[in-house]
Structure formats: structure tokens, C-alpha cells
């Protein structure tokens, strides 16, 4: 039971995933006022968010003192940042509060271990769980089988992905990407998963699985299902990695069993499709934030889909 309102920024809240956690927290009634900024303002975000500014970027020497003059001013009680760059800024700053005001994020070694493709594929291979055989593009001097999955240590996103048949290919992008990993192509046909992970403070795991097919890089549709094995290789992840908070496992169902090929250590663009379906890991994480018991979780969406859609705005 929440006894109190609480006053939220969230940070970096114009892309996708920042406008559905602001729906996600605008139907939540322990939510006093809501807040969010971002560096543009030509983004829906602003008919989301009642209270939008517009922020300075991370790269700013002044992002922080910026950010904690705000916090203080409108006495706001957690921040939620959204952006990869910001994100990787806490991250490698090792700040988890601004002010009196703690963000919401997964705990550290998620965040370390997700934001490298390179680490993420170690991690799991030295935590003896499947893993993709990866390495980084300066150590490969030509490849032995392909296809090969050519990606962004780093980045984020499918355009930074690409399939090569050859090694032509191969070094032509080897010579202008110098962040790149190499990695092994994920054969199977029983295709692509995006997965769920909440785990609190006291180790308590949820997790669902979403059956996906991309359009434009992000999941255009889906269907929740039940697989033993995914869920029981989701919880060995978030123990080994210490979870505490959301993050998103991408992964494959291959001959050799399920094999995790990415760990996105953030709220993912299903975040929204996840609240409806009662995975409600934005609310669970502020709760579990706030040292009060996280909400029931009722597993009724198995069988349910999910379809991308639009919506307009005109100012």
C-alpha cells in the first residue's frame, strides 16, 4: 500500500520507449505530478507529459547541475532515465541518485554486462549458461562460416546489425567499423524472442516471453508464450547477473537450445504491451524503489498478441 504520491522525472522521454512510460505512469495513482524532458521538443512526448521541458544533453558539462536544480525545485522524488546515452553516462559515472532523488535503472552489473555485446557473450560463457560465439572485429581476420552476424559492440538497435555471406563483405565493413563484434548467426527456425525480466531488492523473479517478428527494427508483432526452458535460463540470468530492477533478454531458439544473443539493462520498447499484459515492471521497479511490497503479478496473458500501431497528435 502506497501511503503517499510521488513526483517522477523522466529523462530522455521523447523516443518510444520515454512516451510509453509516460502512459504507464500517467494511469498509476500514486503519482502526484509527472514530469519529462528531453533535447527535442518535435516529439510526442510533450501531449504525454502535463509537465514537459526541454533538457540539456548528457554530454554537457552542466547536464547534472541542470538536472539537480530541477529535482530540487519540483521536490521530485525518483528519476526514470530512458536514453542509452544517459544511461551509460550513470553508468560509467557510477551515480545512482541526483540529489535526495535515486533513479530507477537496473542495478550495475546489469548495466555493465548489457550495455557491451562483447561482455554480454563472456558473462554468459563464463557463467556456463548458452551463449553466442562473439568477438571483437579487430581480432577476426577472415571468417570460416558463414553467415555472420556483423553488430555494434555498443550500439543499439537493428540498422547498426548486418548479416554478411562472405568475406569481401566482411572486410569492407571491418575497415570502417572499428566498434564492431563479430558473432556467431543464430540457425533455427523457431524464431526470435523478446523477454521481460523484473527482480526486486529480495530476489523475487518475474519474467514473460514475447514470440517476435520485426518491422522497422522494432517488434511489430507478437505472441506471448510458455517455454520452461527460456523461463528457467531468464531467472538463472537474473541471479548470476544480481539483478535488481527491469531488463530486456533477446534471444534465440536454436538446435542447441535457447541462446541469449543481446541484454538490454532498460525498460524496452514492449513496455507498454508488457503493462497491459499485467507485467507491470515500471510500477514494480518504483515500488520495490520505495521499500513497500511490489503489486501481484497475475500470469493470464499466455496465447495473447500484440500489434504495433500509431497514434496522431496535432498542435
Known amino acids: 500500500m502506497i501511503d503517499r504520491k510521488i513526483n517522477v522525472l523522466v529523462t530522455g522521454c521523447g523516443g518510444d520507449i520515454g512516451q510509453s512510460v509516460g502512459k504507464i505512469l500517467n494511469s498509476l495513482d500514486f503519482i502526484g505530478s509527472l514530469y519529462g524532458c528531453d533535447i527535442s521538443d518535435k516529439n510526442a512526448a510533450k501531449f504525454i507529459y502535463d509537465n514537459f521541458f526541454i533538457g540539456l544533453p548528457c554530454s554537457d558539462p552542466n547536464y547534472l547541475n541542470n538536472l539537480h536544480e530541477f529535482i530540487i525545485k519540483y521536490k521530485i522524488d525518483f528519476v526514470i532515465p530512458i536514453s542509452e546515452p544517459e544511461l551509460r553516462f550513470f553508468s560509467k559515472e557510477n551515480i545512482n541518485k541526483i540529489g535526495l532523488a535515486p533513479l530507477v535503472t537496473a542495478s550495475s552489473e546489469a548495466l555493465k554486462v548489457g550495455f557491451d555485446k562483447l561482455f554480454t557473450a563472456e558473462f554468459l560463457k563464463k557463467e556456463n549458461l548458452p551463449f553466442p560465439v562473439t568477438h571483437s572485429i579487430d581480432s577476426v581476420k577472415s571468417i ?21 555471406y562472405d568475406n569481401a563483405s566482411f572486410i569492407s565493413i571491418k575497415a570502417k567499423e572499428k566498434d564492431f563484434i563479430v558473432q556467431e548467426y543464430l540457425e533455427g527456425d523457431n524464431g526470435e524472442y523478446t523477454c521481460g525480466v523484473f527482480r526486486s531488492k529480495d530476489g ?43 531488463i530486456n533478454v533477446q534471444l534465440r531458439l ?62
Open 144 to 164: 570460416e562460416k558463414f553467415p555472420a552476424i556483423l553488430k555494434s559492440r555498443t550500439g543499439s538497435g537493428s540498422s547498426t546489425v548486418s548479416i554478411v
Open 204 to 246: 523475487l523473479t518475474r519474467s514473460i516471453i514475447i514470440k517476435r517478428e520485426l518491422m522497422g527494427g522494432f517488434t511489430g508483432y507478437g505472441e506471448v508464450i510458455k517455454n520452461e526452458e527460456i523461463s528457467t535460463l531468464l531467472y538463472q540470468i537474473a541471479e548470476k547477473i544480481d539483478l535488481i530492477g527491469s
Open 254 to 315: 536454436t538446435i542447441k537450445g535457447a541462446v541469449v544473443f543481446e541484454i538490454n539493462p532498460r525498460f524496452s520498447s514492449t513496455v507498454r504491451f508488457r503493462d497491459l499484459l499485467g507485467f507491470k515492471d515500471v510500477q514494480w521497479s518504483l515500488e520495490d524503489m520505495m521499500n513497500i511490497s511490489v503489486s501481484e503479478y497475475k500470469e493470464t496473458s499466455i496465447g495473447k498478441k500484440i500489434y504495433k500501431g500509431f497514434n496522431e497528435y496535432i498542435q
